[in-house]
């Protein structure tokens, strides 16, 4: 425990890009905000191959280099190819075989680098690196992967149970910012792992700086960037994101085709009270106003029909019973009075005559809502651009993802406004699809 207990925590910047011009510039701003370690994370060096390792150490021969190369098998030829290419510390993973592990660590001291073992994925992380520790490696990594971190996964609790039970420095990887570092250090991490709250920063060196003075204080300095949200923040996390990067989270799907905002400038959010019933049938929706809880948001199913089940009349009851908007798959009417009462409404139609309230139809069930699924208690945002749903039992993953689009373009935005383009920036024709 000795060597574990004297090292400074060391702060290592993970560049998880596809992207090499602009991987090197981050690596640069990273630097100058303070970076000890440099990685070229997976999906790089899998973008751009050792070319890129040669790149950061040309640029950076003072600096500790590391390729998170998630080796699995040859760990001999890749450990070799890695160190070559100038690399000073190679990563693989702790479920490979031991024989790949322990030929990686023999090729290693051929080459003068060291091995640091990722407990990604591993059944029984404690146990093997008490095993891995035995024969060799130099770090362990505990290691909460972005798909882990999307629906809450943490990697604090396996920390302090390594750090009682292994001597070799630990390093931590998922989703840490300046708020969350000073958790993982306390447990017993020495290095520390970031990725999003510096690669997507607007800026850089500034936010290095800011979490390199968080690890060496061991003090939490607020951020809103990379922030993870649990299920108890996912309106705030909603408010935060638009319907395009809630979209793009779901893979371009959970959008109500032909339902338009009847006012624009809302950011609608809130939890569904589903409603189903016949063109011009206003009975149903208008019952579902006293059931709906304050904050709800009153989907209805009118069958895409052209007259309308909505009007001034149960927007001032929906004001008055704090709803948080209604959509509707049919028609409203007295725009202008919708207009002035300033309610989030979205609809299909907009039209002039009500039908009757006849009652057919009900309430909290599976409706049909834009060609969208919806049902009571799912999450239902709107804005400018239109109206999106998201599954309740998937509303946590969702909500990160989207935080995460919204960081990202953030990021580009950045970039393009110092001079790039959307295309320079992304390097577009290199990602056309091969087709032939």
Known sequence: MAYSAVMQPILQVALDLINGPRALQIAQQAIEGGADWIEAG???????????????????????????MKTMDTGSLETEIAAKAGANIICLLAVADTITIQEAILAARKYGVKIMV????????????????????NYICTHTGI?????????????????????????????????????????????IIIGGAITKAEKVTEATRTIKKAIMHQQKIATELYKKYD????????????????????????????????????HMVGRAYTVRTLDGDWAKPVEAIDSAQPGDIIVIDAQQGTTAV???????????????GIVIDGAVRDLDDLISLNFPI??????????????????????HCGNQLVRTGDWIIGDDSGVVVVPQEKA?????????????????????????????????????????
Not at 160 to 174: C, F, Q, R
Not at 310 to 324: D, I
């Open 346 to 367: 979205f609809s299909r139609h907009i039209a002039v005559a009500a039908g009757e309230p006849k009652g057919f139809g009900e309430c909290e069930i599976e409706i």
């Open 147 to 191: 798909d882990q971190q999307m629906i809450g996964q943490k990697p604090h609790s396996l920390i302090t149970d390594l750090h009682k039970k292994t001597s070799i420095p630990i390093a931590v990887a998922g989703g840490l910012n300046s708020e969350t570092v000073v958790d993982v250090i306390k447990a017993g991490a020495q290095i």
């Open 310 to 324: 909505w009007g001034e009349l149960a927007t001032w009851s929906a004001k008055q019973r704090n709803l948080a």
């Open 231 to 266: 299920k108890t923040h996912l309106y705030e996390a909603f408010q935060k994101v638009s319907t395009p990067n809630i979209s793009d989270a779901l893979h371009r799907k959970g959008m109500m085709v032909g339902i338009r905002p009847i006012k624009l400038g809302f």
């Open 118 to 137: 990722d407990l990604l994925g591993t059944p029984n992380p404690i146990q093997r690196a008490q095993e891995l520790e035995k024969i060799g490696i």
């Open 396 to 436: 946590q993953e969702i909500a990160n993802r989207a935080s995460d689009v919204r960081e990202h373009e953030n990021r580009l935005r950045h970039e393009i406004k110092n001079g790039g383009t959307l295309g320079s920036v992304m390097d577009l024709k290199k990602w056309e699809k091969v087709i032939g």
């Open 42 to 68: 997976t999906p790089l060096i899998k973008s751009e191959g050792m070319s890129i390792i040669r790149e950061l150490k040309k640029r950076h021969p003072h600096h500790t280099l590391v390729a998170d």
